[in-house]
Nanobody, 122 residues
Framework: QVHFVESGGGSVQTGDSLKLSCANS????????AGWYRQVPGKEREMVAE???????SYADSVKGRFIISKDDGRNAVYLQMNSLKPEDTAVYFC????????????????WGQGIQVTVSS
């Protein structure tokens, strides 16, 4: 089974940088799209950044110019480089992947990671 695991979170101060990783520890898959989402207690989960199979990206207005999403097709991994972090970026970050199985008959699926904490202090 496909299993995505996030890593790279932690506690930093305003202006620091972090790089989150989302790696598949299970069976291989055909990548369709992926994204990073974040959630603060009491608020709805929001999209931070997304990337397509072809490499097209999109970002939430609040992180444009500071965050960069990328992927490594060879490792089936997705990354989120976070620069110039602000206290408002504090949240649990989740990796979401949309893919297709490599076994026949092929089937599309969506999977979420467990989430990783990012805390930015003033």
């Amino acid at each position: 089974q496909v299993h995505f695991v996030e890593s790279g979170g932690g506690s930093v101060q305003t202006g620091d940088s972090l790089k989150l990783s989302c790696a598949n520890s299970g069976r291989p898959f055909i990548f369709n799209a992926a994204g990073w989402y974040r959630q603060v207690p009491g608020k709805e989960r929001e999209m931070v950044a997304e990337i397509s199979r072809g490499g097209s990206t999109s970002y939430a207005d609040s992180v444009k110019g500071r965050f960069i999403i990328s992927k490594d097709d060879g490792r089936n991994a997705v990354y989120l480089q976070m620069n110039s972090l602000k206290p408002e970026d504090t949240a649990v970050y989740f990796c979401n992947v949309r893919a297709t199985t490599t076994m026949l008959p092929r089937a599309d699926f969506e999977s979420w990671g467990q989430g990783i904490q990012v805390t930015v202090s003033s």
